[in-house]
């Protein structure tokens, strides 16, 4: 009997010593490792740092840096789940974080990959250049000089002036008129040939503006315009319609950039009866044959640079077809003084005509 109990004694502690020896060669845990990823999908070579946060089991385990090509590492991490968040950076956005999470166990390595996107930013605009000096050049006759046999009015060349001025603030404008009461189409166009060298004011200016033509028939205004010399306003129709695009050729050739704003040519008779003044219908019709064939030639120049304000069909719409064109000039006195009948315009009419000129400079109906 204490020969089988001291065999079962034996036994126990045979089977105790191994058991011991088992738990003695058991491997410790291995620790789990994470890498985090940087890719920018649109700057492949980016190397802004980010700032990745790694969340074990919800709650911050540890934080580090990470740039394009240059992975982070977190080792030696207990088993759990991990997911990653990352810092916002200024003008990058965040487009994926792969996988969301992961559970990590027995010595694992996981791999988290985060996206961005950089923004594009669009530069700051330049700086507005600095303002430039205007120098602005009038040609044409006594509408541009505002004189009138009723004395002088404030012409649109003047309004036109004080225009650029107001719209202009900071900038210095020049004004030169250069025009000159009586001229017609070969006046001015011998005063731009005359400057062979191109040294006068029409090389220099920015703006140009020009009124030309009404010389060219007026004198054919007879009887205190009561009749039309046609002979006389037949030659000073074709030598408008001879001058006028050479006098566009001479200012391009002094000054291939200028702004030119000119306007058609008006025609100063009602175009319906009124009292005392019956006959006008009939001169109206006159005249319109030979205003029609200047204004054709103002009307048909191609440049870029070269506007009209459409005088002769605004006046006639607004003022000539409802009789009212002694509003716009001084072409319609009271009966006494027929005899005095002046064709130019007054003060209202030159204000008209700055308006009309504005609007063609800002290239608006």
Not at 91 to 98: A, E, F, G, K, Q
Not at 207 to 228: D, R, W
Not at 311 to 339: E, I, R
Request: with cysteine; glycine share 6%.
């Amino acid at each position: 009997m204490k020969r089988m109990v001291s065999v079962f004694i034996c036994i126990l502690a045979i089977i105790f010593s191994f058991n011991l020896s088992v738990q003695a060669a058991k491997p410790a845990p291995v620790a789990n490792t994470v890498i985090v990823e940087k890719t920018v999908d649109n700057e492949p070579s980016d190397t802004t740092q980010f700032t990745i946060t790694l969340l074990k089991d919800g709650k911050v385990h540890a934080q580090g840096l990470v740039t394009v090509g240059n992975p982070l590492i977190f080792s030696n991490l207990p088993d759990g789940r991990y997911s990653v968040s990352e810092a916002s950076v200024e003008d990058y956005t965040l487009v994926s974080i792969s996988p969301s999470s992961v559970r990590a166990s027995k010595g694992g390595t996981y791999t988290f990959k985060v996206v961005n996107h950089k923004d594009t930013v669009e530069p700051p605009p330049p700086p507005p250049p600095p303002p430039t000096d205007i120098y602005y050049v009038a040609l044409g006759d006594s509408i541009g000089t505002g004189a009138t046999s009723r004395g002088t009015t404030s012409s649109y060349v003047i309004g036109f002036y004080n225009y650029l001025v107001n719209a202009n603030p900071g900038v210095t404008v020049t004004l030169r008129n250069l025009s000159t009461n009586g001229d017609d189409s070969s006046d001015l166009l011998g005063k731009l040939r005359a400057d062979t060298n191109c040294t006068g004011d029409v090389a220099k200016a920015t703006i140009l503006t020009m009124n030309i033509g009404g010389n060219n028939v007026l004198p054919a205004g007879e009887s205190s315009f009561s009749k039309i010399n046609h002979t006389v306003a037949e030659e000073g129709t074709l030598r408008f319609e001879s001058d006028y695009p050479l006098i566009i050729e001479e200012i391009r050739r002094c000054n291939p950039t200028v702004e030119i704003i000119t306007m058609t040519l008006f025609n100063p008779y009602n175009s319906v009866s009124i009292r005392y003044y019956e006959g006008d219908p009939v001169l109206h019709q006159e005249v319109e044959f030979y205003a029609g064939r200047i204004n054709a030639k103002i009307r048909e120049v191609t440049d870029t640079k070269y506007r009209y304000a459409e005088v002769h069909d605004v006046w006639k719409a607004n003022y000539a077809d409802v009789g009212k064109m002694g509003s716009v000039t001084y072409f319609y006195p009271s009966a006494l003084f027929k005899f005095t009948r002046d064709p130019h315009p007054n003060q209202t009419g030159q204000n008209v005509l700055t308006e009309m000129m504005k609007s063609a400079y800002l290239n608006t109906p």
